[in-house]
Every structure is written in structure tokens, then in C-alpha cells.
């Protein structure tokens, strides 16, 4: 089991700037891809973008493409989510997950099992 724990959440106005931060302790001999997701009030958790474990291969949902970035560390136990022109729809909590693969691709997003405890995203308009 990966143990995440993520940082960087807060209020920030609409058309703000945020920078997501999740840490991993990962075993040295496995590969895992990494992702965010976020749940708001009511609504079930959804999917928001991930890479996988070299970084070659990222996915984003629609609602956040050309204004989210997802990377990695060098050290690959670490992924950031870059947050751009954020509206206040993007409120919610929002979680680090890990997906143990064996390759350098994105998995599907059933994959991921382990989750960090969240952290809360706040725009106001």
C-alpha cells in the first residue's frame, strides 16, 4: 500500500493560481502511475488528470484541459497538479491517488487503490 499525503490547497479568487502537491512513499522496485481526482458537495468523486509513472503519458478530463497541468518529481514519489484560471466550479476536495502498473502508460482510472486523505480547493467569485 502507497501512503500519500497531498498539500497546497486553500481560496483563491476566480482566475487564480494554484500548485497541488503529492508526496508518495513508494517501494523502491515497483512503478506507479498517479493521479488527482476531487469530489464537491453532493456530486461523486471524478477523475481530473494523472501520468504515469515516467511521465510520458498524461490524461486529462475535458474540464480542465489547457488549464491544469500534472508532472512529476525527479524522484517520481512526488506529482504536482498545476491549476490555472480556476473557477469556482473547481471547489472541492481534492485527492492524490496511486495505481501500481508495470509499464509507462496512464491505466485506467479503476486502477488506482490507494488515495491520500485530500486536500480542500476553494475559488470564490
Known amino acids: 500500500q502507497v501512503q500519500l499525503v497531498e498539500s497546497g490547497g486553500g481560496l483563491v479568487q476566480a482566475g487564480g493560481s494554484l500548485r497541488l502537491s503529492c508526496a508518495a512513499s513508494?517501494?523502491?522496485?515497483?512503478?506507479?502511475?498517479m493521479a488527482w481526482f476531487r469530489q464537491a458537495p453532493g456530486l461523486e468523486r471524478e477523475f481530473v488528470a494523472g501520468?504515469?509513472?515516467?511521465?510520458?503519458?498524461?490524461n486529462y478530463a475535458d474540464f480542465v484541459k489547457g488549464r491544469f497541468t500534472v508532472s512529476r518529481g525527479n524522484a517520481r514519489n512526488t506529482v504536482y497538479l498545476q491549476m490555472n484560471n480556476l473557477k469556482p466550479e473547481d471547489t472541492a476536495v481534492y485527492y492524490c491517488?496511486?495505481?501500481?502498473?508495470?509499464?509507462?502508460?496512464?491505466?485506467?482510472?479503476?486502477?488506482?487503490?490507494?488515495w491520500g486523505q485530500g486536500t480542500q480547493v476553494t475559488v470564490s467569485s
Open positions: 491517488a496511486a495505481a501500481q502498473i508495470s509499464g509507462d502508460y496512464f491505466p485506467s482510472t479503476r486502477a488506482f487503490s490507494s
Open positions: 513508494i517501494r523502491t522496485f515497483s512503478s506507479y502511475a
Open positions: 501520468t504515469s509513472w515516467h511521465g510520458g503519458s498524461t
